[in-house]
């Protein structure tokens, strides 16, 4: 059940960067969708070393007692990872600008891929693929 809740906000996170491409005068992208890959695609990889990072720093004595102070800890680490701080006031207003109602897409487990190419649709695969992006207009 989680993976099914993790592929539907996957689909929802597509839906709202398809949107975000358009408003942006992109004409096309894809969503790769890898929660099937169980920790081994690279985001699982940077999850992991900040992960480390954070538990090392408090092992020294760091004091991190939320978000903003963790992040300025990793940041100052001078880890080779970019970080962005979001603040929160930004992420809810991105919730609430995403689509409501939007149709149940049957099957999501199995799709790996969202595709746009046009303004207001979204097409998708059941594997992911870089090439033939011209196939899809």
């Not at 992109?26 to 969708?33: I, K, S």
């Given at each position: 059940m989680l993976?099914?809740?993790l592929q539907n906000q996957n689909l929802q996170n597509g839906t709202?960067?398809?949107?975000?491409?358009?408003?942006?005068?992109?004409?096309?992208?894809?969503?790769?969708?890898?929660?099937?890959?169980?920790?081994k695609g690279a985001p699982d990889g940077v999850?992991?070393?900040?992960?480390?990072?954070?538990?090392?720093?408090?092992?020294q004595g760091k004091d991190i007692p939320n978000v903003e102070h963790l992040f300025k800890a990793l940041v100052d680490t001078n880890t080779a990872v970019k970080l962005f701080y979001v603040e929160e006031a930004v992420v809810d207003k991105?919730?609430?600008?995403?689509?409501?109602?939007?149709?149940?897409?049957?099957?999501?487990?199995r799709i790996h891929q969202l595709i746009t190419c046009q303004p207001g649709k979204l097409t998708n695969r059941g594997v992911c693929c870089l090439i033939g992006y011209r196939d899809w207009m």
């Open positions: 993976l099914q809740t709202t960067i398809h949107i975000d491409l358009v408003k942006r005068g992109f004409t096309a992208g894809t969503w790769n969708l890898f929660e099937a890959s169980h920790g999850d992991g070393l900040l992960k480390r990072t954070a538990d090392r720093l408090v092992c991105a919730i609430k600008e995403m689509p409501q109602g939007l149709p149940v897409v049957p099957s999501t487990m």
